[in-house]
């Protein structure tokens, strides 16, 4: 049984950064892509940044530059860290299991969300 559970979002100034993490358990994440999507209330869900298992990384081209994606495999855990901090990057922020790196479209298993809102 997968669980992804996140933490780490907040209220933050425009220019801010916040740390998003992802507690994984049920899954051997180090063996496949993880990644973190984003989805604003009457907004399609939008695939954010992916790592894979030999630890190449994906952005949209919304994030890269301001982004980092990483991954902690003895904690079982996955980080989005964020810099720079628009108003439009505000939106809810999944951690996802199983995901299509490339494209960032297809994510196979999510957690619960955190909130992130930056004004």
């Known amino acids: 049984h997968v669980q992804l559970v996140e933490s780490g979002g907040g209220s933050v100034q425009a220019g801010g950064s916040l740390r998003l993490a992802c507690a994984v358990s049920?899954?051997?994440?180090?063996?496949?892509?993880m990644g973190w999507f984003r989805q604003a209330p009457g907004k399609e869900r939008e695939g954010v940044a992916a790592i894979a298992s030999d630890g190449m990384t994906s952005y949209a081209s919304s994030v890269k530059g301001r982004s980092t994606i990483s991954k902690d495999n003895a904690k079982n855990t996955l980080y989005l860290q964020m810099n720079s901090l628009k108003p439009e990057d505000t939106a809810m922020y999944y951690c996802?299991?199983?995901?299509?790196?490339?494209?960032?479209?297809?994510?196979?298993?999510w957690g619960q969300g955190t909130q992130v809102t930056v004004s």
């Open positions: 049920g899954y051997t994440y180090s063996s496949y892509c």
């Open positions: 996802a299991a199983d995901c299509e790196i490339t494209t960032l479209r297809y994510f196979g298993y």
